[in-house]
């Protein structure tokens, strides 16, 4: 059985979960800008929870190749007051702080936020997994080749799942070091990959079963599919749906999506030819 522990709250990841995205910023690839008061913001959240999302993933901080820096304090003042706002509408909720830096993740749980998402799995921030291991949070850890600024400039791989698979190894093992006991392995598509090594990694997503760690696949809407297709990030939601159920069939626990209902179909559907 694959469970986390979200503060007390065991949840289990042997049916896959959904984690919906909520980006703060000004400038993200698909809704950036688009929620940025607090009606708008607890309207999206609602419809999420509705829609059947475990986790809500919260970013104050736009990864999407040579997105400007935005400064900690900033990150702070757009995220912190957030999450208080969601959990004092909806205090059940499951919130996921997507940052890379280990004073906004401390403060963030503080104020009630319950696992963290770092793009970097902590080479960003040498005080990251010691501060998750701190707090006793689950810890999502994702790949990435460079920063946000330069991850796209030349991504070279000899053989990338291979090298991915060492890489988790030897993140796990750090991680453990830090007493973090709940690990969920983010093979980080689009993050510092061609097309191909993005394609090549969803083609053989099972292997990363090896690491006995759930997986969370986060593809919703990105450039391996829109540029393949031709197609605006807008458009890309029937393909996006194609591309979660080959992750559901090759081993996902979670699916990190912007669209909430439609991610819930594919679990439901993949489910019927599973169990």
Known sequence: MKSINCKGRLVSLDTPRVMGILN???????DGGKYKDEVSILSQVEKMLNDGATFIDIGAYSSRPNAPHVTESEEKQRLLPIVSLILKQFPETIISIDTFRAAVAKEAIEVGASLINDISAGNLDPDMMKTVGELGVPYVMMHMQGTPQTMQENPNYEAIVKELLYYFSS???EAKSHKINDIIIDPGFGFGKTIAHNYKILKQLALFQLLDFPVLAGVSRKSMIYKVLEISP????????VLHTIALQNGASILRVHDVKEAMECVKLAEMITD
């Open 24 to 30: 703060v910023t000004p400038d993200s690839f698909f």
């Open 171 to 173: 993140k796990i093992a």
């Open 234 to 241: 807008q458009d890309a939601l029937n393909a996006t749906s």
